[in-house]
């Protein structure tokens, strides 16, 4: 076959010569010649509008063509003659191509003819078209991975390759001579077929023939269906027309685009709606809200203890109850409504066309609370999820995405400061809160520079004898326009925002400094937040605070509450043991309000344990006296000390003291002051039994 290319290669070169063209194409109509087509130039790299452009040129065969068929950019096609054999007619084309908007004279017409008619009359081109060199083109047809299919001008078979046999479950010997129609084209597809078959057999007009690639849905002979891509051709005319296609099973693709479009669009974990998609679908409800006016409500969910959860039983742990919950919020909603995992513990649902609003959103977060909330069985333990819910409905709350998210947040953050398992509308109150939060936060930013926070003493005493064993130390923040600004409003903010961690350095070495000049049988106690015990420098910043002022170890106490020891990570277990190597003192605050209290006991070294001032308030409740009297005993039996919190009446003191509490703390010891109140009150050995 070579030197049939070499030749026909040298034709062409004279044809560019010749017309002074950049590029010449020898097309052939028959797939069986394809190997022998020629492009002369090379400096015109080809393109996709060319190959296009090949490709009707192979599919017109002698029919005229309109003039300017496009082609690469800045080429157009300036003359073709056909390609023709006595016994055969045309099987192709010599085409030039040229930059110049010129015409071609009659005498370069006939040239070019001339031209054509040596390709016709090459021996060795004869020989191919003769089908001495069908041979190999039926062995490349035969070892080809695609389906190749040919068809007559009557929609018949008459080529059906090995990987067409693989890809449609027929054999060539079944099909041949059969419709491809029938064997092919899915029944509903069938009468489109026809009218497009019959458009071209009249016209030559087609919207495939020609096309580089189509997607087109194919049939197996089982009665599937899967999408091919295709790529068609035609050679020869009336009668001796074949119609060539080459398809591809691009099932296998599909599937991956239709993952990868999935995964774009859904949580990997749940396979709920994510966050990207469901700020879409909430840009399309606005929208529709804007033309129907039918309200919607958007519902921001968060679960409460899922942090808890992955920390003590594991992060698989985690994801199983996130898998949970998602399949129980799938099962409160109608099929109307979307649910996304917006990231972490955090999703969001819309409830579109409830009959009223907002009665529906309100009676779905409860739907929803009953569902999630409770007890569930996780990994064969048994743990509580919460649920806290924020809602907003549109458009009475907002009618752009931007503030009607912001306001669900708000609302979300105020059923999480009300208490677990608790849903709250939006109100308008709850702007002006988020304005001063973020103005405290500004303030609080530069509190610690301008030397605005001070640290308040409460004393500690010994059950038996009423004296000051000690003292507790709270942080108190002046602030210069507002006054004393309460804890509760700031200590979260600063656990937020990270500030605690160097207020809560502050606070110790300023605890430690203060608590070196009392007597030495008096202990400071410190509190400190899970946020300063992460800290990888946490152990050395005591050290370092305890070194600098001078106070023994063993007169520090550190209180932790059950949300230190709910980040049960590897360094924290170091860190208490080192401490307490050291001679720090370690303290379990509020004990008994967790879930998993009696368990840290087993795990972690205390010194002390701390009743909650609301079991102390409780005590006239038989119920709660028995649970003080079991915690005591608890205590006393591990070789803990124990404290009783927020002591008022004479009344609790001997309570807690019969049933064995050793230290005690409360209003009727004395309140939180000043360094300056507090030497004065309690260790000058007056008022010691403050009212």
Avoid at 129 to 134: C, L, M, N, S, T
Avoid at 256 to 280: K, P, Y
Avoid at 468 to 487: F, K, Q
Avoid at 634 to 646: I, Q, S
Wanted: with cysteine; net charge negative.
């Amino acid at each position: 076959m070579q030197p049939a290319i070499d030749r026909l290669r040298t034709l062409c070169g004279l044809a560019a010569e010749t017309f002074r063209v950049p590029v010449v194409r020898l097309i052939f109509d028959d797939p069986a010649l394809a190997l022998l087509e020629i492009r002369m130039g090379a400096d015109h790299p080809e393109t996709e509008s060319e190959r296009e452009a090949c490709a009707r040129i192979r599919g017109w065969c002698t029919k005229a063509l309109p003039p300017g068929l496009p082609s690469s950019p800045g080429l157009r096609l300036l003359a073709r003659a056909p390609v023709a054999m006595a016994d055969r007619g045309a099987i192709g084309s010599l085409c030039l191509f040229d930059d110049a908007h010129r015409r071609v004279s009659q005498s370069e017409e006939r040239h070019l003819a001339d031209l054509a008619a040596l390709v016709s009359e090459w021996p060795d081109l004869r020989e191919e078209v003769a089908g001495e060199a069908h041979p190999p083109y039926r062995q490349i047809l035969e070892i080809a991975q695609d389906a190749f299919v040919g068809v007559d001008s009557e929609g018949a078979i008459v080529e059906w390759n090995a990987a067409a046999e693989a890809v449609f479950g027929w054999t060539a010997a079944e099909v041949r001579g059969r419709p491809m129609a029938e064997i092919i084209i899915p029944e509903p597809l069938r009468a489109r077929h026809a009218v497009g078959m019959a458009r071209y057999l009249a016209t030559g007009a087609s919207a495939v023939v020609g096309r580089s690639r189509l997607e087109l849905t194919a049939l197996h002979r089982n009665g599937s269906t899967f999408p091919v891509e295709m790529a068609i051709s035609q050679s020869g005319e009336n009668d001796r027309m074949r119609i060539s296609a080459f398809l591809r099973d691009i099932s296998q693709v599909k599937e991956r685009e239709r993952q990868i479009a999935h995964m774009a669009q859904h949580d990997a974990l749940t396979g709920l709606t994510n966050r990207s998609r469901f700020h879409a679908c909430l840009a399309e409800r606005l929208e529709r809200l804007e033309r129907d006016g039918i309200p919607f409500a958007l519902l921001y969910l968060d679960l409460d203890r899922l942090v808890v959860i992955n920390e003590t039983l594991g992060h698989r742990a985690g994801d199983a109850v996130l898998v949970e919950v998602a399949a129980r919020l799938r099962g409160a909603l109608r099929q109307e409504d979307v649910v996304a995992r917006l990231g972490g513990d955090e999703f969001a649902i819309l409830q579109i066309g409830a009959a009223s609003q907002p009665a529906s959103a309100a009676a779905l977060a409860q739907r929803l609370i009953d569902a999630v909330t409770g007890p569930t069985w996780v990994e064969g333990k048994l743990v509580e999820i919460g649920l806290s819910i924020g809602i907003v409905v549109a458009p009475t709350d907002g009618r752009d995405s931007r503030t009607v998210l912001k306001r669900a947040d708000l609302a979300l953050a105020r059923a999480k400061a009300d208490g677990r398992n608790t849903r709250r509308f939006y109100e308008t109150d709850m702007d002006a809160a988020a304005e001063a939060k973020r103005n405290l936060e500004i303030d609080l930013r530069g509190a610690l520079s301008r030397g605005e926070f001070e640290v308040y003493y409460q004393p500690l005493v010994d059950a038996q004898n009423l004296r000051p064993s000690g003292a507790e130390a709270l942080v108190r923040w002046r602030h210069p326009r507002v006054g004393l600004v309460s804890p509760a409003a700031f200590i979260a903010l600063a656990e937020e925002t990270g500030l605690i961690v160097q207020l809560g350095e502050w606070v110790m070495r300023t605890a430690c400094l203060e608590a070196a000049g009392w007597p030495a049988h008096m202990r400071i106690a410190v509190n400190i937040s899970a946020i300063q015990f992460r800290q990888a420098r946490f152990v050395e910043i005591v050290m370092h605070a305890l070194a600098e002022t001078g106070l023994a170890p063993e007169r520090l106490e550190l209180e932790i509450t059950e949300t230190v020891l709910m980040q049960s990570l590897p360094q924290v277990v170091d860190a208490l043991h080192l401490l307490r190597r050291l001679g720090v003192r370690i303290s379990l605050d509020d004990f008994g309000t967790g879930y998993s209290s009696l368990s840290y006991l087993r795990k972690f070294p205390f010194d002390k344990l701390k009743i909650d001032q609301s079991f102390v308030q409780d005590l006239a409740n038989p119920a709660t006296a028995s649970i003080v009297q079991a915690i005591v005993a608890l205590g006393r039996g591990l070789g803990m000390t124990v404290t009783a919190e927020g002591v008022e009446t004479e009344e609790q003191r001997a309570t807690v003291t019969q049933y064995g509490c050793t230290d005690l703390q409360g209003y009727l010891f004395g309140r939180p002051g000043s360094k300056d109140d507090f030497s004065r009150e309690h260790l000058t050995g007056c008022n010691q039994h403050a009212a």
